[in-house]
């Protein structure tokens, strides 16, 4: 590991403007957000492309992108304590930290999709164990209950003010509500109306995603801070996580190619058309993408002489997530555009249009403007959390302090 | 005494594509403008209202399709605040009041469109208030479906769009009670109920 670096003011000052500047940025980008969801609550879901056919869409596949990442996260900031790399225990702040970050982010996600958000409370008092919805959002609660635990004691490990045994206790616990995430897919796997998602193989996916993305996202952040000389990040560290989501990239992609043939092999209607929708339909955008940047991320993290440049790996991390992202807005377009029912009638919601009547199947899905701009909002949020979170809270490892 | 299971069946013999129970069921429930539900689906054709087949070799068909009222309903199940829930009788209610409008039960019905989302505020092309609407007013931002005109069953009516059928092409009876017509009907023809091999067990029975 190497020496603390002393930070010349003029450097430091540098680094507080661009500090500034990234903050004003995304607070910009956290009002548009705000206005945008004003203008939805206010008009209603007309201000988006989601219809009756296709009632979720990215601000459902934002959500699905930062539990992956809080639950994963949480997987690799219980790793020390769990497998005692007692080297690497001052390190796991880092991702507990972003998993707390992220677990707020998929909470406002799913605020942000509901039709009467002022009825949110509803999920408290009326709350349906029986549903898979309510496992859900038992899984985000625990995720940001356990992680700020964890991180707070984390913190007090490193001031020396908690055991030992506390930590591994509670990695331990963090360990369990990470890989709870592979519960979370039930919301889905559950659901009979959809052959894509009906699959025993979906909470096993839902936790490689989740270290996909968890372990890009501590990547690019740990890359930054080196850069800003927040703290020292050793090359093993960088070469073990590299090749943790390499490898998970990989099986994610066996998973996607598992699904295409188990699609079509019996020839089942469901199937069949599951694998229309990746090739030929509403998917297909989505899917492409989804393949071009797993498949270069895999490129990035796996070939040595690649991932040992700083930028490189960044790219490599930001792909990642871009292709877990797409990887749940493919599964989402791919179901609900896979009808069960096909014969035309009278279209509705959204899909009418006064005067004329047209079949309401594939239409397809592109999320609309305010759609976007609030996923954007959402993702804003998350990066000012972290970047707040690096300035107040004492995250640095006890080699830079 | 067996509980009631009230059911639909439907003869799509008898169905003349007529829209007459979609129109019936839109007025009677006073659902707002692009709130349908219960559609009249076409069969064979490419769009609505078109026959199968070339001419003169053509064929017109007819699919009716609502809430299936199922009796091991995905939605029920799925909806994580009780908004939707089923009485007694088997017929599958909608609570707009509860209901947080996050659409898992559209997600988790496996009958495309019978669900529907109220966007906006609702809107009608006819002058209703919400006074003449009473408790069933549609509310912005909740799901809505057929709730087999719940109010005239419980005034020992039926629903409506059994009720304008010109063709007489719906039966709606107590599928427990033997002696009922939707009994007598089911033990003696052929039917067919959609989607059986998701499980859900529908309320809604085509005769064939």
């Known amino acids: ?401 | 005494m067996a509980k009631k299971r009230m059911v639909m069946v439907i003869d799509v013999k008898r169905c003349l594509g007529c829209h007459t129970c979609a129109v019936a069921c839109k007025s009677g429930n006073y659902l707002p403008n692009k709130v349908w539900w219960n559609r009249i689906l076409t069969v064979g054709g490419k769009d609505m209202d078109t026959p199968e087949g070339v001419f003169p070799n053509l064929k017109m068909g007819f699919l009716p399709i609502s809430c299936q009222h199922c009796e091991n309903p995905a939605c029920v199940k799925a909806c994580p605040v009780g908004a939707t829930y089923k009485r007694e009788d088997g017929v599958v209610m909608q609570d707009y009041d509860r209901c947080i409008g996050c659409q898992y039960c559209i997600a988790a019905c496996p009958y495309t469109e019978v669900r529907q989302f109220n966007v906006s505020e609702p809107e009608y092309y006819l002058p209703i208030t919400k006074d003449k609407i009473g408790a069933s007013a549609q509310q912005k931002g909740t799901v809505s479906k057929c709730i087999f005109c719940f109010t005239r069953l419980d005034d020992g009516k039926v629903p409506n769009c059994m009720e304008l059928c010109p063709g007489r092409a719906r039966y709606f009876g107590d599928l427990n009670d033997p002696a009922s017509e939707v009994a007598k009907l089911l033990q003696s023809r052929q039917y067919n109920q959609l989607l059986v091999e998701k499980g859900t067990k529908p309320s809604v029975y085509y005769l064939t």
């Open chain 1, 1 to 401: 590991m190497s020496n603390p670096t002393v930070i010349q003011p003029n450097i430091k000052k540098k680094q507080n403007l661009r500090n500034i500047t990234w903050t004003v940025i995304l607070c910009l980008v956290i009002v548009a957000g705000i206005v945008a969801w004003g203008y939805l609550t206010f008009k209603g879901t007309t201000v988006t492309n989601l219809n009756n056919i296709n009632p979720w869409g990215v601000d459902i596949a934002s959500f699905m992108l930062f539990m992956s990442i809080s639950a994963g996260a949480l997987i690799i900031a219980s790793l020390p304590g769990v497998m005692n790399i007692t080297r690497y225990q001052s390190y796991a702040k880092i991702p507990a930290f972003i998993g707390l970050a992220a677990s707020i982010g998929a909470g406002a996600a799913i605020f942000m999709h509901l039709g009467r958000p002022e009825r949110f409370w509803h999920m408290i008092v009326y709350l349906r164990l029986g549903s898979p919805m309510s496992w859900d959002s038992l899984v985000i609660a625990l995720l940001l209950i356990i992680s700020a635990i964890f991180l707070n004691k984390l913190i007090k490990f490193d001031q020396g003010k908690t055991s030992k045994d506390t930590i591994k206790k509670l990695s331990y616990c963090a360990l369990f509500v990470g890989l709870l995430e592979g519960g979370s897919s039930f919301t889905y796997s559950l659901q009979a109306s959809h052959t894509f998602w009906n699959s025993p193989a979906q909470p096993v996916a839902f936790i490689i995603t989740a270290i996909i993305a968890g372990t890009a996202l501590l990547t690019v952040v740990l890359l930054l801070l080196k850069s800003r000389n927040y703290l020292t990040v050793d090359d093993k560290l960088s070469e073990a996580l590299a090749k943790i989501t390499g490898v998970s990239l990989i099986t994610e992609l066996i998973f996607v190619i598992s699904e295409i043939i188990t699609g079509a092999y019996p020839g089942t209607i469901g199937g069949l058309a599951d694998n229309s929708a990746l090739f030929t339909g509403a998917a297909l955008p989505y899917f492409r993408t989804e393949l071009v940047v797993v498949v270069a991320a895999i490129v990035i993290f796996l070939t040595p002489s690649v991932r040992r440049n700083s930028m490189m790996l960044s790219i490599g991390g930001v792909l990642a997530i871009i292709g877990v992202f797409l990887n749940k807005l493919t599964m989402l377009v791919v179901a609900f555009s896979a009808v069960n029912i096909t014969n035309p009638g009278a279209p509705t919601g959204p899909l009418a249009i006064t005067g004329s009547y047209v079949p309401n199947i594939g239409k397809g899905y592109f999320p609309s403007l305010v759609e976007c701009t609030l996923v954007l909002s959402i993702v804003a949020l998350v990066i000012l959390l972290l970047l707040l979170g690096f300035k107040y809270l004492p995250l640095q490892n006890k080699e830079t302090v």
